[in-house]
T-cell receptor
Framework: GAVVSQHPSRVICKSGTSVKIECRSL??????MFWYRQFPKQSLMLMAT?????????EQGVEKDKFLINHASLTLSTLTVTSAHPEDSSFYIC??????????FGNGTRLTVT | ELKVEQNPLFLSMQEGKNYTIYCNYS?????LYWYRQDPGKSLESLFV?????AVKQEGRLMASLDTKARLSTLHITAAVHDLSATYFC????????????FGTGTSLTVIP
C-alpha cells in the first residue's frame, strides 16, 4: 500500500534553534499534504494544508512564520519549526492524499525542545 | 468549523465483552474514516465509510455510518487485549475537499 515516510522520528533540540521535518510519499503523488500536531493524550490538530507548488494554508492560531511549510514537489513536503521553544515540544504527523482515498500518515516526529 | 466528538473518551473493558464507540459530527459529510493509534505511533487506517448506511467489518471491529444522523459507530465484538489502543474517527469537510477533522479520540483498554 501507499507509504508516507517521515523523518526524523525523534529529535531533541535546544531552545532557539530550528528543526526541519521531512515527509515523503514513496509510491504515490500526494497533491495535498497535511501537517498535524498532537499533544499527549489529545487528538490531532490540523496545523496547515499544503498543495504542491503553492503556499500553505494555515489554520487559525498557527503562526506561519514559526512553522514554515514547503511543498516543492508531489512527493516531498517539509515543516520547519523556527526558533523552537519548549512549548513547541509535541508529536508532529504529516499525511498525504489523493482524491477520495484515505490519507496516508507518516510515522510521526517526536520533537523535544530543551 | 466542523466539529467531531467521540464518546466515550476513555473505555476500559474486559476481554470477551462487546462495546460501541460513537462518533458524532456537526456538518453534513459523506466521508468518514476510523483510525487506530498505538502509544507513540502514528495512525493506522481501519475503515473508510463513503455512503449512508455503509457498514464495514474487519475481524472484531465493525464500523457503520448514518449520514442523516451524522453518526458513526465502531463496534467491538468479544474484545481482546490486542485491541487496546486509541481510536479516532475523522470526517472530511465537504467545503474543503480533503481536509480532515479528527474526533477527540477514544482510549480503549482491554483487561485480560
Amino acid at each position: 500500500g501507499a507509504v508516507v515516510s517521515q523523518h526524523p522520528s525523534r529529535v531533541i533540540c535546544k531552545s532557539g534553534t530550528s528543526v526541519k521535518i521531512e515527509c515523503r510519499s514513496l509510491d504515490f503523488q500526494a497533491t495535498t499534504m497535511f501537517w498535524y500536531r498532537q499533544f499527549p493524550k489529545q487528538s490531532l490538530m490540523l496545523m496547515a494544508t499544503s498543495n504542491e507548488g503553492s503556499k500553505a494554508t494555515y489554520e487559525q492560531g498557527v503562526e506561519k512564520d514559526k512553522f514554515l511549510i514547503n511543498h516543492a514537489s508531489l512527493t516531498l513536503s517539509t515543516l520547519t519549526v523556527t526558533s523552537a521553544h519548549p512549548e513547541d515540544s509535541s508529536f508532529y504527523i504529516c499525511s498525504g492524499g489523493q482524491g477520495l482515498s484515505p490519507l496516508h500518515f507518516g510515522n510521526g516526529t517526536r520533537l523535544t525542545v530543551t | 468549523e466542523l466539529k467531531v466528538e467521540q464518546n466515550p473518551l476513555f473505555l476500559s473493558m474486559q476481554e470477551g465483552k462487546n462495546y460501541t464507540i460513537y462518533c458524532n459530527y456537526s456538518t453534513t459529510s459523506d466521508r468518514l474514516y476510523w483510525y487506530r493509534q498505538d502509544p507513540g505511533k502514528s495512525l493506522e487506517s481501519l475503515f473508510v465509510l463513503l455512503s449512508n448506511g455503509a457498514v464495514k467489518q474487519e475481524g472484531r471491529l465493525m464500523a457503520s455510518l448514518d449520514t442523516k444522523a451524522r453518526l458513526s459507530t465502531l463496534h467491538i465484538t468479544a474484545a481482546v487485549h490486542d485491541l487496546s489502543a486509541t481510536y479516532f474517527c475523522a470526517v472530511v469537510d465537504p467545503n474543503t475537499g480533503n481536509q480532515f477533522y479528527f474526533g477527540t479520540g477514544t482510549s480503549l483498554t482491554v483487561i485480560p
